[in-house]
């Protein structure tokens, strides 16, 4: 039957079997049956094997053997018969349910108090006299009590401004406070600096851990504030959140006032508050818990500096800090995502968008920061783009989407030309015809052929360029030290991506070639524009060991050359722009076999390793 | 728990905490709670609701309790004391609606804190002085039969009584948690520390006893 209370620990198959033999812990644990059956089976199956741990199994039964020996000697001196103290305890058990059982005090006092008349006459009369003259004696006890009552409400009130007042004096005040905190015969001490101008908090520990561990466990069981102790409003706080009613005054001695608060549910019991009578500072409090354990938090100094007189980095270390994990009934900060989730999820951000195009030429941004993660805005063609985009972005964390539709910026720009805008004077410039008008009208008479064929051909060179745009923008956000967060999932996320827009793009420009040759005088099919220059040979030793972001770059760089030299020749230019057909004709011809070349090695370079 | 079996090896066993509990005790038959009319109270017969549960855990607990507040050095003659408060307590916590789901661990969580505040308001050692242990050492050595076998029991229990004193206050309770049959998570839940915290206290303070034993 599995048992209930093992429970399995962070104890696992590498501890075990770090070295050729067991360490201790593998045996102790073996014995106190706190390994896991696969785990034990293990450890059995080395010990029959292992003579030096079978022997060390046996010196620590033996110890154990000793240890349990002389425990019960020691206790068997002292262990009382059986019967002595349990007729004592017996009477003492009744006692206490009958007292758990009795009517409440005020029955009682009513009942003691009609006893002696009951004696003498059992009439109703005489009941409801008694009762009218109990009545007529609280009003009177409650008519003469003490007129100078301080609830605790405002004795906290007066603690929070007196503590206020206490800062003004100072310019940057910082509170360095010392506490001492005991549960369970552990005790630590805490020192805390409280920055009260920029509401921050740094604390140290001594190096009890044993009482580190203590005080964090009753700090969590309790939802205290780790960051506040002492402290009137955290106090007043905490009570209105876990009791019901409000504290109770007590006087300690002249110096001391105490607020007594009690709990009736909860683990929590019993919350004291002691305060300086002379200037209601708080100096002790007290958590008493259901299992009569107690949380005692003392304070040993206090004294408010400027910002100045302490070392700049003690705020810097608050990370550093170990507060206690607060348990999740309890109001959480919301968390930060690292770094490496951001660039995580920035990947798989990216990837959504390429399956969905949302990559190729959209004005949609991704922007990753600190503070927000990643948001990514733009602007989408209509409603239903937002929302396709919008929904399958939806899943991912720490992600803002702000997308707004063509229609809506038009109307935002409408709003603001309104307000401010000018009517700008149309110019209307002269355009001069194609560079390849003359080869344009002889390869397509037919005006129609010829439009089709140069938007055809302007959309091919348009999406080649949207395309290197996009693993370019790849490259830009994801530079060595982006690289270095992702984690091999994400690592191979992005590689796949690269691959796949660089086997895209050279289908892109294949067929850009194959539609430009159409067009293309033959005096520029030179070999050497048809000639690629080695890539090791392209230029200094450097460029060979170049690694696969720049090849990208330079791709890019390329393809917009190419998409400029497909537009200045087959649309029309300004006048005298000084462009010679020729030249750019070489030029394109020689960009898109080098292109190829460049996408060939980056397809072999992405294939063959992982990112780096 | 760490017993010793007939041939002298150590076996865990292990039980439900609360049958556990009854099958420890000395008395664990069911007994109602006949009450002396000499206490002038009445002769209330309880043999059923939480004052039966509380008699039966402690029939069953008084003893290990005992043999647990004894260890971790409370005076003999506060002992019981502290074992009846801990009962009464416990009854007030059933009656009061408080979990049941491991009195066992309970009843030594609060047996402890109340030995530790008892300790504390009267500044005790907790642990034994040297006059207790020339008690223990005679009282041990009633049961040997030789002089000369007597001679090595008290050499013996000093040795280990230097041992233990070599040890930090949080390895002896976790070692004498441990005897009492306690797993890790529940002498991590009486002591307020964390299961990897009693797994590295156990293990030190067996190694460190091993090595003096060598």
């Given amino acids: 039957m599995k048992n209930p209370l093992r429970r399995r620990s962070n104890f696992t198959d590498s501890k075990i079997f770090s070295g050729d033999h067991l360490p201790d812990e593998a045996l102790i644990r073996l014995l106190d049956g706190e390994l896991s059956s696969s785990q034990a089976d293990k450890v059995n199956a080395h010990v029959l094997s292992c003579w030096a741990c079978r022997s060390r199994r046996q010196a620590i039964e033996d110890a154990i053997l000793e240890f349990v020996d002389h425990q019960n000697t020691v206790a068997a001196a002292y262990l009382p018969p059986s019967s002595e103290g349990r007729v004592l305890f017996l009477a003492r058990l009744n006692a206490l349910a009958a007292e758990l059982e009795r009517p409440s005090l005020l029955k009682r006092c009513f009942d003691r108090a009609i006893h002696p008349v009951g004696i003498v006459a059992k009439s109703r009369v005489v009941h409801i006299a008694a009762v009218l003259v109990l009545v007529a004696m609280c009003l009177i006890a409650y008519l003469?009590?003490?007129?100078?009552?301080?609830?605790?409400?405002?004795?906290?009130?007066?603690?929070?401004?007196?503590?206020?007042?206490?800062?003004?004096?100072?310019?940057?005040?910082?509170?360095?406070?010392?506490?001492?905190?005991?549960?369970?015969?552990?005790?630590?001490?805490?020192?805390?600096?409280?920055?009260?101008?920029?509401?921050?908090?740094?604390?140290?520990?001594?190096?009890?851990?044993?009482?580190?561990?203590?005080?964090?466990?009753?700090?969590?069981?309790?939802?205290?504030?780790?960051?506040?102790?002492?402290?009137?409003?955290?106090?007043?706080?905490?009570?209105?959140?876990?009791?019901?009613?409000?504290?109770?005054?007590?006087?300690?001695?002249?110096?001391?006032?105490?607020?007594?608060?009690?709990?009736?549910?909860?683990?929590?019991?019993?919350?004291?508050?002691?305060?300086?009578?002379?200037?209601?500072?708080?100096?002790?409090?007290?958590?008493?818990?259901?299992?009569?354990?107690?949380?005692?938090?003392?304070?040993?100094?206090?004294?408010?500096?400027?910002?100045?007189?302490?070392?700049?980095?003690?705020?810097?270390?608050?990370?550093?800090?170990?507060?206690?994990?607060?348990?999740?009934?309890?109001?959480?900060?919301?968390?930060?995502?690292?770094?490496?989730?951001?660039?995580?999820?920035?990947?798989?951000?990216?990837?959504?968008?390429?399956?969905?195009?949302?990559?190729?030429?959209?004005?949609?941004?991704?922007?990753?920061?600190?503070?927000?993660?990643?948001?990514?805005?733009?602007?989408?063609?209509?409603?239903?783009?937002?929302?396709?985009?919008?929904?399958?972005?939806?899943?991912?964390?720490?992600?803002?989407?702000?997308?707004?539709?063509?229609?809506?910026?038009?109307?935002?720009?409408?709003?603001?030309?309104?307000?401010?805008?000018?009517?700008?004077?149309?110019?209307?410039?002269?355009?001069?015809?194609?560079?390849?008008?003359?080869?344009?009208?002889?390869?397509?008479?037919?005006?129609?052929?010829?439009?089709?064929?140069?938007?055809?051909?302007?959309?091919?060179?348009?999406?080649?360029?949207?395309?290197?745009?996009?693993?370019?923008?790849?490259?830009?956000?994801?530079?060595?030290?982006?690289?270095?967060?992702?984690?091999?999932?994400?690592?191979?996320?992005?590689?796949?991506?690269?691959?796949?827009?660089?086997?895209?793009?050279?289908?892109?420009?294949?067929?850009?070639?194959?539609?430009?040759?159409?067009?293309?005088?033959?005096?520029?099919?030179?070999?050497?524009?048809?000639?690629?220059?080695?890539?090791?040979?392209?230029?200094?030793?450097?460029?060979?060991?170049?690694?696969?972001?720049?090849?990208?770059?330079?791709?890019?760089?390329?393809?917009?050359?190419?998409?400029?030299?497909?537009?200045?020749?087959?649309?029309?230019?300004?006048?005298?722009?000084?462009?010679?057909?020729?030249?750019?004709?070489?030029?394109?011809?020689?960009?898109?076999?080098?292109?190829?070349?460049?996408?060939?090695?980056?397809?072999?370079?992405?294939?063959?390793?992982?990112?780096? | 728990m760490w017993r010793r079996s007939m041939t002298g090896r150590i076996s865990f066993h292990h039980a439900a905490p609360y049958a556990a509990a009854i099958a420890d005790g000395a008395s664990g038959s069911l007994v109602g709670l006949l009450l002396d009319s000499r206490t002038g109270d009445s002769n209330q017969t309880r043999t059923n609701g939480p004052e039966q549960s509380v008699v039966q855990l402690y029939d069953a607990l008084r003893l290990p309790l005992h043999r647990y507040l004894i260890n971790i050095g409370v005076p003999p003659q506060d002992v019981e004391e502290i074992v009846q408060e801990t009962f009464l307590r416990l009854y007030q916590h059933i009656c009061g609606g408080g979990k049941q789901d491991n009195l066992r661990s309970w009843i030594f969580k609060v047996a402890h804190n109340l030995s530790i505040n008892i300790l504390k308001s009267r500044c005790r050692q907790v642990d034994a002085g040297p006059d207790m242990w020339e008690q223990l050492g005679e009282s041990a050595m009633d049961r040997a039969p030789g002089p000369e076998e007597q001679l090595l029991e008290k050499e013996r229990l000093h040795s280990i009584h230097d041992r233990l004193a070599e040890l930090t206050q949080l390895q002896r309770d976790c070692l004498r948690l441990r005897v009492e049959g306690f797993r890790y998570r529940e002498i991590g839940e009486i002591l307020n520390i964390g299961t990897s915290t009693v797994a590295g206290s156990l293990r030190n303070a067996i190694v460190r006893i091993v090595k003096r034993r060598a």
């Fill in chain 1, 144 to 612: 003469i009590r003490p007129l100078h009552v301080v609830s605790a409400d405002e004795i906290l009130n007066r603690a929070i401004a007196l503590e206020n007042t206490s800062l003004q004096g100072t310019s940057r005040p910082v509170v360095v406070q010392k506490i001492r905190i005991r549960v369970g015969g552990h005790s630590m001490t805490r020192t805390i600096y409280r920055d009260m101008t920029h509401r921050r908090t740094a604390s140290q520990m001594d190096d009890a851990l044993a009482g580190r561990d203590a005080a964090k466990a009753a700090y969590l069981k309790s939802a205290l504030d780790w960051d506040s102790p002492l402290d009137a409003e955290t106090y007043r706080r905490w009570c209105n959140e876990h009791a019901k009613g409000g504290a109770r005054v007590v006087q300690r001695d002249s110096n001391r006032i105490t607020l007594k608060t009690k709990l009736s549910s909860g683990v929590v019991t019993e919350a004291d508050l002691t305060l300086r009578a002379d200037d209601y500072h708080a100096i002790e409090e007290n958590f008493r818990f259901e299992d009569q354990s107690e949380l005692e938090i003392a304070e040993l100094s206090y004294e408010v500096v400027p910002f100045s007189s302490l070392p700049k980095q003690i705020f810097e270390l608050r990370l550093a800090s170990s507060a206690p994990r607060l348990p999740s009934i309890v109001k959480m900060r919301p968390m930060l995502p690292t770094s490496a989730e951001l660039a995580q999820t920035e990947v798989q951000a990216e990837t959504i968008l390429h399956k969905l195009g949302g990559d190729l030429g959209e004005q949609i941004n991704i922007a990753v920061t600190a503070t927000h993660g990643v948001v990514i805005d733009g602007v989408v063609a209509d409603d239903m783009r937002r929302k396709e985009l919008a929904s399958a972005l939806q899943g991912l964390a720490y992600t803002t989407v702000k997308l707004s539709t063509v229609a809506e910026m038009a109307q935002r720009t409408a709003s603001a030309s309104s307000i401010h805008a000018t009517p700008a004077a149309v110019q209307v410039i002269p355009a001069a015809p194609p560079l390849l008008d003359s080869e344009l009208d002889a390869h397509f008479p037919d005006k129609e052929q010829r439009d089709t064929y140069v938007n055809q051909t302007l959309s091919m060179a348009q999406i080649a360029s949207a395309r290197g745009w996009a693993l370019n923008r790849l490259v830009d956000r994801h530079p060595a030290a982006s690289l270095a967060l992702l984690d091999d999932s994400s690592r191979r996320e992005l590689q796949e991506l690269l691959i796949d827009h660089v086997s895209v793009l050279r289908e892109d420009i294949g067929s850009l070639q194959k539609q430009l040759s159409q067009i293309l005088s033959k005096s520029s099919d030179t070999l050497a524009a048809n000639t690629a220059i080695p890539i090791s040979d392209a230029g200094s030793t450097a460029q060979a060991d170049e690694d696969w972001q720049e090849r990208v770059r330079r791709v890019h760089s390329s393809i917009e050359a190419i998409h400029e030299a497909v537009a200045t020749l087959l649309t029309s230019s300004p006048p005298d722009s000084g462009n010679n057909a020729e030249t750019i004709e070489v030029n394109l011809r020689t960009s898109l076999t080098q292109v190829q070349a460049e996408l060939q090695a980056l397809d072999e370079e992405l294939h063959k390793e992982v990112l780096k």
